[in-house]
């Protein structure tokens, strides 16, 4: 099985989720049943991402030529990939990565996101016996050449400890953030509705925290959020945000609210799911000396940044916590 044919498979697979056929739409709506947070506008969002940026034949095959990927992987490692669930198809990128490289995953799916997954790895099957061999699930992953493995940072001190001895990705908590400079249009602030809002916010692109300059005016801002207005009649997230509001209520502390988003002065980068966290700065240069200092951030928005809006729309070749994840794999 050689590159041509590998990016041959894996764009028939971007065909079939655009085409958003009646058996691709059934397997939305199992996903969904079986993971609350998962609804349909939110799957396709991320599914549609995917077949745009990471499945296009050319972007294929710019990422494995600029990556040196072989034509023929004449010694395939097996790979364990262990996959979280927080947002649809966040493991899809480890895995896509291993298949193209030729080496053979072994993945171990998240309890809450596991039927988008499988179905698409069981189309590469059918198309190609051979091909469908490289994927196979297990619920214990012992005895592989190296492994992928993403979660919390309390899991992330386990996998440490369990995969010390072989070569391993271990990827912790982050999140994103954005910088604002008050000069931001409404078109600019609707964008940014959409980083702070896709996936219930539960995703590590999800603006959870903005920096706003001193005397900063945030009607605009609640206005231009209220697009979303419709998730807090979602019941998962209206619970969520109830029970932050009665914290905040609760403690006495300050807050502002558009109905579905709760904005709080706090110096964390996270956030809780319907909370948005703001801090005052002064000085820009400062807010970004201290965001380069720390490893928590996935991505920044605003002028100068990632464009507002773009944050959940990575390209294959943005690799999460800015790990080549093909460099490893060409180096086992």
Same mark, same amino acid.
């Given at each position: 099985?050689?590159? @041509? ?24 709506? $199992? ?11 939110? &799957?396709? !969002?991320?599914?549609?991402?995917? %077949? ?5 034949? @050319?972007? /294929? ?32 990128? *480890?895995?896509? =990565? ?6 053979? %995953?072994?993945? +171990?799916?998240?309890? $809450? ?8 790895? =069981? ?5 190609? +016996?051979? %091909? ?5 699930? %297990? ?21 440490? #400890? ?11 908590? $982050? ?20 980083? &702070? #809002? ?16 001193? =005397? ?9 959020? $209220?697009?979303?207005?419709? /998730?807090? *009649? ?18 006495? @502390? ?13 110096? !964390? ?16 240069? =400062? &807010? ?6 720390? *490893?928590?951030? @996935? ?23 800015? &790990?080549?994840? /093909?460099?490893?794999?060409? !180096?086992?």
């Amino acid at each position: 099985m050689n590159l @041509q044919h590998r990016i041959y498979l894996l764009s028939r697979l971007g065909d079939y989720i655009l085409a958003d056929g009646p058996d691709w739409r059934q397997v939305v709506e $199992r996903a969904g049943a079986e993971n609350g947070w998962f609804i349909p506008e939110f &799957v396709d !969002s991320a599914a549609k991402n995917i %077949a745009k940026s990471f499945l296009n034949p @050319q972007k /294929l095959a710019s990422w494995a030529d600029e990556n040196h990927v072989p034509d023929f992987r004449t010694a395939p490692k097996n790979v364990g990939i262990i996959m979280a669930g927080n947002i649809p198809l966040v493991g899809f990128h *480890d895995w896509l =990565a291993v298949f193209l490289s030729g080496h053979n %995953a072994v993945i +171990k799916p998240s309890s $809450r996101d596991q039927v988008l997954i499988k179905h698409l790895t =069981a189309l590469i099957s059918d198309w190609d +016996k051979e %091909a469908g061999a490289r994927t196979v699930y %297990a619920d214990m992953l012992k005895g592989l050449d190296a492994y992928i493995a993403t979660g919390s940072n309390n899991s992330s001190r386990y996998f440490d #400890y369990y995969f010390s001895r072989y070569p391993h990705i271990i990827r912790k908590n $982050r999140t994103s953030v954005a910088i604002l400079d008050g000069t931001e249009t409404t078109a600019e602030l609707e964008a940014l509705a959409d980083d &702070v #809002y896709l996936y219930f916010g539960l995703g590590c692109r999800n603006v959870t925290k903005i920096f706003v300059p001193e =005397a900063y005016d945030f009607v605009p801002l609640l206005e231009a959020f $209220r697009k979303y207005n419709y /998730l807090a *009649d979602h019941h998962k997230y209206k619970n969520n945000f109830d029970y932050n509001l009665a914290l905040h209520l609760l403690n006495k @502390q300050f807050y502002m609210t558009n109905g579905s988003l709760l904005l709080v002065e706090s110096p !964390s980068v996270f956030s809780p799911i319907s909370q948005l966290n703001y801090s005052f700065y002064s000085n820009k240069e =400062a &807010v970004e000396n201290s965001l380069q200092q720390t *490893d928590e951030i @996935q991505a920044i928005s605003g002028h100068g940044y990632i464009p507002f809006g773009q944050n959940q729309c990575p390209a294959v070749s943005d690799f999460a916590d800015a &790990v080549n994840t /093909l460099d490893f794999l060409n !180096s086992l």
